[in-house]
């Protein structure tokens, strides 16, 4: 199994920053595509920002320019900065990570639990 352990969410004023991380662990053979994710209410849980083990990153229009995604191999841990939010960026961010865990030959997405971020004068 893998965990995934989320942290920065909060609430700030538009044209804030946030910066969320989320780290994996456990019994994890090989990470692969890291991302993130949101759900506002009413909507759709939506892609944010993915990026490959490589490096390789994707974002939703909505948040370019905006956001950024990276991660940290030797940490397994990945990140989302969040510049210049909107009120429309409020919503429940979530981690997820395809991983392969040890004893399974299994390439499965893992989810965080979700963090909220509000973005509200």
């Known amino acids: 199994q893998v965990q995934l352990v989320e942290s920065g969410g909060g609430l700030v004023q538009p044209g804030g920053s946030l910066r969320l991380s989320c780290a994996a662990s456990?019994?994890?053979?090989?990470?692969?595509?890291m991302g993130w994710y949101r759900q506002a209410p009413g909507n759709q849980r939506e892609l944010v920002a993915t990026?490959?083990?490589?490096?390789?990153?994707n974002y939703a229009e909505s948040v370019k320019g905006r956001f950024t995604i990276s991660r940290d191999n030797t940490k397994n841990t990945v990140y989302l900065q969040m510049n210049s939010l909107k009120p429309e960026d409020t919503a429940v961010y979530y981690c997820n990570t395809r991983a392969r865990a040890h004893g399974s030959i299994w390439e499965v997405n893992y989810w965080g639990q979700g963090t909220q971020v509000t973005v509200s004068s």
């Open positions: 456990g019994s994890i053979f090989m990470i692969y595509t």
């Open positions: 990026i490959t083990s490589g490096g390789l990153s």
